[in-house]
């Protein structure tokens, strides 16, 4: 089976453009989660779609929104950008519900820089 | 909310030696996950062990094991015969509807 997979691997922007990014997942799961790994803040969760519905969301502002498609491919959108969007933005995906499968397999990530 | 603390920013250890990563976390709830990733300098998340709450069974992988103890909210890992290539970051994590992660521990094996 192919591994997650996250386009563009390395993005660059300037403040106040938006940016998406694009996450395939595993054939097979549903389950889609966004993460945001900085040196200050570490790994924090974004949001989490299943289903082509986002079923979790963690404490980020209005600007970070995500969809899913009917073929369980994700976006994630940053508008309005900031310096300290600056991140690498990692993809993962599970498939809940099935006994024992349960840890997520995460993509290579994207890595964003905003001049 | 629940809270995952990673207490040692920086580690070390000799090749083939034991280290032991500690985790805490913080929940009230009683049925979880709980997982160790390991980021190389490639920055690829891989998992290195699971284990779930209801399980009282500590989890095992090859050389890498869990402490699990549920009262005190402790999960740490413990690596043996260290090798070169763990040299990582790791992280603790835990999970019940979503991931909440550690800020990592950096392991250095030498050689």
């Known amino acids: 089976k192919a591994g997650v997979t996250q386009t563009p691997r390395y993005l660059i922007k300037t403040r106040g453009q938006q940016v998406t990014l694009s996450c395939s997942p595993i054939?097979?799961?549903?389950?889609v989660s966004w993460y945001q790994q900085t040196p200050g803040q570490g790994l924090q969760f974004l949001f989490e779609?299943?289903?082509?519905?986002?079923?979790n969301k963690g404490n980020f502002p209005g600007r970070f929104s995500g969809r899913q498609f009917s073929n369980s491919r994700s976006e994630m959108n940053v508008s309005t950008l900031e310096l300290g969007d600056s991140a690498l933005y990692l993809c993962?995906?599970?498939?809940?519900?099935?006994?024992?499968?349960?840890?997520?397999?995460f993509g290579p990530g994207t890595r964003l820089t905003v001049l | 909310a629940q809270t995952v603390t990673q207490s040692q920013p920086e580690m070390s250890v000799q090749e083939a030696e034991t280290v032991t990563l500690s985790c805490t976390y913080d929940?009230?709830?009683?049925?979880?996950?709980l997982f160790w990733y390991k980021q190389p300098p490639s920055r690829q998340m891989i998992l290195v062990i699971r284990?779930?709450?209801?399980?009282?069974q500590n989890a095992t992988e090859n050389r890498f094991s869990v402490n699990f103890q549920k009262a005190a909210k402790s999960f740490s890992l413990k690596i043996s015969d260290s090798q070169l290539g763990d040299t990582a970051m790791y992280f603790c994590?835990?999970?019940?509807?979503?991931?909440?992660f550690g800020a990592g521990t950096r392991l250095t094996v030498k050689p």
């Open positions: 994590a835990f999970m019940i509807d979503d991931m909440r």
């Open positions: 779609y299943f289903s082509e519905t986002q079923r």
């Open positions: 929940t009230s709830e009683n049925n979880y996950y």
């Open positions: 054939s097979g799961h549903r389950s």
């Open positions: 284990q779930e709450a209801y399980k009282q």
């Open positions: 993962a995906s599970r498939s809940p519900g099935l006994a024992g499968v349960n840890e997520q397999f």
